[in-house]
């Protein structure tokens, strides 16, 4: 089932609400969600008084039990094999519960294992399908079901997380769960529209016009999400994420068939690259505009080059061959030669047999032509060539 615009945004005006005037009381609830049941009750006394008599009669090991667990979630963002060990003690004094299965997936995913995070995680759920509510372990929850290919669970997560989202710690989070979400949903569109092209019948053959429209609006539905998605991420303040939110934002409008908008985010990007220069008055002032105006266009096409090299570190992509098509966008204002090249291996990689295939073929035209992204040329040669795309652009991590 797909969200209707009215829904999704619903859905997605409820983060704006709670940082009205909620965001503590949000945070402070978030803490608590993330508390496992057995222990909420002993983390609301002063530790001081320790457990009660009535706890070491019915579990003595449980004040050591609650004790690893938040060492262990303390130790997850700094050392997680020291986390996975503590929710492994935890679990062997006290068998049976589901807070020590839910950090041991944490602990996996952060150690890359998204496999054996999802089981731990499905061990979790089968004894307590509460137990991954709070929005950090959704989080890493819906990016083990993405990692181990199951896109329809991990996006119904994703779903549920989003208007949550104001309950994670930092805005560089918040914009990755949305970035995350809507290349998932960019991802599922594609499937939706491959699996619509395949079933049709050969040409003079009968066509079921219902399971086409069917099978379209499904995948149009999965775009117009990750587009809303992609808006309310720019919408908010502007995070280390912010170029790839635009870029990201521009691939998926252009995908949607809308190339002015996507051109319009694009250079709204490039302009604020570009540093805003006096005029100069006489010879030579306009010898020095001139300069400077070559200067500030190598460093536009240094900060391209560099959003195009940093493109092949992130791991929000639900499909490798994306990053290409990012890398391009980055470089289609002041790197024509290099965005092209993006584009050609883009093509003669996976993405030239997927859905957006001609989407990334017109650009690719529009650049040839000269039209492309404004048409304007490489700042200078020789960064062209450093930006080149490496045999290994567009794998991922």
Do not use: N
Not at 16 to 39: F, I, S, T
Not at 51 to 67: H, K, M, N, Q, S
């Amino acid at each position: 089932m797909h969200l209707g615009p009215l829904l999704l945004t619903a859905l997605l005006v409820l983060p704006l609400a709670a940082r009205a005037g909620q965001a503590g009381d949000l945070v402070a609830a978030a803490a608590a969600a993330g508390r496992p049941p057995e222990c909420a009750a002993r983390s609301g006394r002063a530790i001081a008084r320790g457990p009660t008599v009535w706890e070491r009669a019915r579990a003595p090991e449980l004040p050591r039990y609650c004790d690893l667990l938040a060492r262990g979630h303390a130790q997850l963002g700094g050392d997680a094999g020291a986390a996975r060990e503590s929710a492994r003690l935890a679990d062997q004094l006290l068998p049976g519960h589901a807070a020590p299965q839910v950090l041991i997936a944490r602990a996996a995913l952060a150690l890359g294992s998204p496999e054996d995070a999802a089981r731990a995680f499905e061990r979790a759920r089968s004894v307590d399908p509460r137990s991954v509510e709070d929005p950090q372990t959704m989080h890493d929850l819906a990016r083990s079901l993405a990692r181990t290919g199951k896109r329809g669970e991990a996006i119904a997560i994703y779903r549920a997380l989003v208007p949550r989202i104001d309950l994670l710690g930092t805005a560089d989070q918040r914009a990755l769960v949305l970035l995350e979400a809507a290349h998932l949903s960019m991802a599922t569109a594609g499937a939706a529209s491959v699996a619509g092209a395949s079933a049709r019948p050969p040409a003079g053959a009968h066509r079921d016009a219902h399971r086409d429209a069917h099978g379209e609006a499904a995948a149009r539905g999965d775009l117009d999400e990750a587009i809303a998605y992609l808006r309310e991420a720019r919408l908010r303040a502007q995070t280390q994420l912010a170029r790839d939110v635009t870029l990201s934002l521009a691939l998926a409008l252009d995908r949607s068939g809308d190339k002015a908008q996507a051109d319009a985010a694009l250079e709204g990007d490039a302009a604020a690259l570009e540093p805003a220069r006096p005029r100069g008055e006489g010879a030579r002032g306009r010898a020095e505009d001139r300069s400077a105006g070559a200067a500030a266009r190598e460093r536009t096409a240094d900060d391209l080059a560099s959003a195009a090299a940093r493109l092949r570190t992130v791991e929000y992509l639900a499909v490798p061959e994306d990053r290409l098509a990012l890398e391009a966008l980055a470089l289609e204002r002041a790197m024509t030669g290099a965005a092209i090249a993006r584009w050609e291996a883009y093509l003669s990689g996976a993405g030239g047999q997927g859905p957006w295939a001609p989407a990334a073929r017109a650009r690719l035209d529009a650049l040839r032509r000269g039209a492309g992204g404004g048409g304007h040329r490489p700042a200078r040669a020789p960064q062209e060539r450093s930006a080149a795309p490496r045999p290994s652009a567009g794998g991922a991590r």
